[in-house]
Nanobody, 124 residues
Framework: QVQLVESGGGSVQAGGSLRLSCAASGLTLSNYNMGWFRQAPGKEREFVAAVTKNGGLTLHGDSVKGRFTISRDNAKNTVYLQMNSLKPEDTAVYYC?????????????????WGQGTQVTVSS
């Protein structure tokens, strides 16, 4: 059974850092473009970052450019989101997702598999 499990979330003070991990099972991660999304209470789901199958190309949402970095280790079947200079507005549940598209997508619709999410809370 396909499963994506996020980890690494928690509480951090503004300006701090966290690294999220998404471990995949039941699929070969190298066959999928991967993405991170987040959703805060009362807000719509927001695209955070995406990376191509071989890690050669990345895309980051405007709100996180220069602060967050997506990466992947296909040998470990894991994708990461390094989050630096965290702000209170980054507080959200963060989800990883796997897409069968041939391109990086910012649209949640393009992602077939989703994790359950991990909470990130940034205090001021």
């Amino acid at each position: 059974q396909v499963q994506l499990v996020e980890s690494g979330g928690g509480s951090v003070q503004a300006g701090g850092s966290l690294r999220l991990s998404c471990a995949a099972s039941g699929l070969t991660l190298s066959n999928y473009n991967m993405g991170w999304f987040r959703q805060a209470p009362g807000k719509e789901r927001e695209f955070v970052a995406a990376v191509t199958k071989n890690g050669g190309l990345t895309l980051h949402g405007d709100s996180v450019k220069g602060r967050f970095t997506i990466s992947r280790d296909n040998a470990k079947n894991t994708v990461y989101l390094q989050m630096n200079s965290l702000k209170p507005e980054d507080t959200a549940v963060y989800y990883c997702a796997a897409a069968v598209t041939y391109y990086i997508s910012r649209r949640a619709f393009d992602y077939e598999y989703w994790g359950q999410g991990t909470q990130v809370t940034v205090s001021s």
